[in-house]
């Protein structure tokens, strides 16, 4: 695969903002304040999981041939996981289900759930880009 058929640039730039913007959450003081901070943190993590989740299927379709059949969501974290582009299938399954939170209910108790998971979920997002970036200089 050449490195331009797989750009980690928006996943890149979807990171850094999620950095930002956790940073500000964790220095802020004001509670009312800090709360429309972990908004946004919590949108930057769903924008942040769900450009990872597209980067992996199209490495995974791209430089193994897989299909959309092979690639379940849960496939797609095995089958990264072999290659060694994630540290842990399990902890990528937490930020699915944390994401699927997201989609069907809005409350404190979840909210509150991500925001715990965000330094851990950074780690895991750093880690991927750069093996991905490792694998894609090496072609």
Request: hydrophobic share 30%; with cysteine; aromatic share 12%.
């Amino acid at each position: 695969m050449k490195k331009s058929e797989l750009n980690l640039d928006v996943l890149k730039d979807s990171l850094k903002t999620l950095k930002e913007c956790y940073n500000d959450y964790s220095a802020e003081k004001d509670r009312k304040i800090k709360d429309y901070i972990k908004d946004s943190c919590i949108k930057r993590f769903e924008y942040t999981y769900e450009t990872s989740k597209k980067i992996m299927n199209k490495f995974l379709k791209k430089e193994y041939d897989k299909t959309e059949k092979d690639l379940t969501i849960n496939n797609i974290f095995r089958e990264m996981y072999g290659l060694d582009l994630i540290r842990d299938f399990e902890s990528w399954a937490d930020y699915r289900e944390k994401r699927n939170f997201t989609s069907h209910e809005y409350n404190e108790k979840y909210t509150d759930s991500i925001i715990d998971i965000i330094p851990e979920f950074i780690g895991d997002v750093e880690y991927l880009i750069n093996h991905l970036d490792g694998v894609l200089k090496d072609e």
